[in-house]
């Protein structure tokens, strides 16, 4: 693989990690606090505690692909977590800027996760399986 084609993965990987990271850590836990995402995950018919795991998932996944651990793992188990903030946004319509948010921002995560889970990791990454080690050394 091409070095310009491993930088750009790893572009896209860095993206969704920081925009993961950045609505657990700092939207849910600074502007809204875990107990009122809670709330609202129970405003939209979710279990409130559901709320905590998001939190979590999110706050690690975004550290694990930022370091490029389990990229591809971690996008697939991300992708279940992106579908249901569209979910949860859908009544809002489309454009993200509308009040509470629209649906098309957490779907275009969720694409992103999905091409992420496809591509791997791409470079300057920690690798741990030996697929990805193969990879890395393919693209040197």
Known sequence: MPRHIAYGITLLRVGLGVML???????????????????YFESIGLPGPLAYVVF?????????????IGTRWVSLAMMPILLG????HI????VFSNPNGGWEYPLYLT??????????????????????????????
């Open 21 to 39: 990271i950045a609505h657990s850590v700092l939207l849910k836990y600074f502007v809204y606090t875990l107990p009122g995402t809670a709330q």
């Open 111 to 140: 694409v992103l996760a999905g091409a992420q889970a496809l591509l791997g990791s791409g470079a300057f990454a920690l690798r741990f399986s030996p697929e990805e080690r193969r990879e890395a050394l393919l693209a040197a």
């Open 91 to 94: 009544g809002n319509g489309w």
């Open 56 to 68: 979590w998932m999110e706050a690690v996944a975004g550290v694990m692909l930022l370091l490029g």
């Open 85 to 88: 903030a569209t979910w949860a």
